[in-house]
């Protein structure tokens, strides 16, 4: 069973911090072309048909800005970290995060349910296979169905719950499978006292018009609330994964009510990981109830393993204090695609250290709200945040006056009356 796998791997561990290793947005494109236009009539490019612009610039081996990953630097990047892991024991991780959207971008026109399926699976069976016996936990992306972003409500969405539950059932108990072909959510124990819940953002993503004005599709914030209860009452600790973060593209009555929930329930919400932006950054989950809009939460958003579009690609390793279950720190990875493209092999590295990175001490609420306003007057740290912000892919300087406003109202709050009113007054 999954928890017994996790416990031995403590056992192993007792010496060093839990480590999780976070893949998110891998995005793979079957057609991608060594040499294929990157600068293309119909996004995105790289592919065998693409149709260049009077711009040239071609594909390279592992990739490019504007394109989705080909299938080899999916392949030969796992296999780069498995190496990394063994020659770095200490970072070899207990555990992996695989935090949604395997399938390509491209239109609707172009894609279909099977293509879509045939990509997920691929992407799973590379970790199965590079990573055999690493616990993994799954949850949907939006990309993770046809067509993208929309999902019909129970039981129109058995086929791609299907899809996923079968793909899952290595790293799922049996009693949560019927969750996920019901909701594509769940929840189990990591350990005795440790719990994941792990959410279906297309309940709540603003582009699925099948569900837009629905309350509680699926069920699933019930769920939510349900086994936060739980956890209170049998004083489990939880962490709670969501594809879409709770500042980004989601319904804002739900993130209204996401907020309350987790402000609620912020003695055992440990700590929340997603996606999606496919940008390095953290949305500050406030008490929307208290006068001073109390920081209550922080959720972080790991960038994509891709570098669609204007980022470099990138994983995360997350070091887990092994008592609280809180996020000590994190090694952030990227791949250089300029490099990549020059020298035809993989430029994977150590980009940095979250915590001298950002130069606190901890990544609790109120000094991370901290961190973000003091950028507000130290410009030099904001261009360091923008220069993670794009995974090393950004010119210094570019972001300034109302991105700059946009940026840091993003990173301090959660709805949009709440950004809105930051801008206004910045």
Same mark, same amino acid.
């Given at each position: 069973?999954?928890? /017994?796998? !996790? /416990? ?10 839990? +480590? +999780? ?44 800005? #504007? ?52 990509? !997920? ?7 199965? #296979? ?8 799954? !949850? ?38 019927? #969750?996920? %072909? ?14 994941? !819940?792990?959410? #279906? ?31 209170? &009452? ?31 329930? @912020? ?60 996020? @000590?720190?994190?090694? &952030? ?66 972001? +300034?006056?109302?991105?700059? @406003?946009?940026? %840091?109202?993003? /990173?301090?709050? +959660?709805?949009?009356?709440?950004? @809105? ?6």
């Amino acid at each position: 069973m999954f928890p /017994l796998l !996790i /416990l031995c791997l403590f056992v192993l561990s007792v010496s060093r911090d839990i +480590v +999780v290793f976070q893949l998110t947005d891998v995005h793979v494109e079957p057609d991608y072309l060594e040499g294929a236009p990157a600068l293309c009539e119909e996004f995105p490019c790289c592919r065998r048909n693409s149709v260049p612009t009077n711009e040239t610039r071609s594909a390279g081996r592992y990739g490019d800005h #504007n394109c989705d990953n080909a299938p080899e630097f999916i392949h030969d990047s796992l296999q780069w970290f498995k190496t990394y892991f063994k020659s770095h024991p200490e970072r070899n991780p207990d555990l992996i995060l695989m935090t949604g959207d395997q399938a390509t971008h491209r239109k609707k026109s172009t894609q279909t349910p099977e293509l879509n399926i045939e990509l !997920i699976r691929f992407v799973f069976r590379e970790v199965k #296979n590079t990573f055999p016996d690493y616990p993994v936990i799954p !949850i949907f992306g939006n990309h993770d169905t046809f067509p993208e972003g929309h999902m019909l409500p129970p039981p129109g969405n058995r086929r791609m719950t299907e899809v996923m539950a079968a793909i899952w059932k290595k790293w799922i108990p049996k009693d949560q499978l019927e #969750n996920v %072909l019901y909701g594509g959510y769940y929840t189990m124990l990591i350990e005795k006292g440790w719990r994941v !819940i792990a959410l #279906n953002c297309l309940w709540h993503y603003t582009e699925n018009t099948y569900v837009e004005g629905m309350e509680d599709v699926a069920e699933e914030t019930a769920f939510l609330v349900k086994w936060l209860e739980h956890a209170r &009452q049998h004083h489990e600790v939880v962490w709670i994964l969501n594809h879409i973060p709770a500042g980004n593209t989601l319904f804002e009555p739900y993130k209204a009510k996401y907020s309350a929930i987790v402000a609620r329930y @912020k003695d055992i919400i440990r700590a929340s990981f997603s996606g999606h932006t496919h940008q390095d950054h953290y949305y500050i989950i406030r008490d929307e109830s208290s006068v001073e809009k109390t920081p209550v939460h922080v959720n972080f958003v790991a960038p994509a393993f891709e570098g669609l579009v204007d980022n470099n690609p990138s994983a995360r390793l997350y070091l887990i204090d092994e008592a609280t279950k809180e996020v @000590k720190d994190f090694v &952030q990875f990227a791949a250089d695609f300029d490099e990549m493209r020059r020298t035809g092999r993989l430029a994977w590295r150590e980009a940095y250290r979250a915590k001298e990175a950002l130069g606190v001490d901890s990544f609790a609420p109120t000094e991370m709200a901290a961190w973000a306003e003091r950028m507000w007057g130290d410009e030099e740290a904001f261009q360091d945040y923008m220069t993670r912000y794009r995974a090393g892919y950004y010119v210094r300087g570019s972001c +300034v006056e109302e991105c700059k @406003k946009e940026r %840091l109202c993003d /990173l301090l709050y +959660v709805e949009e009356k709440d950004k @809105k009113e930051c801008i206004r007054v910045h």
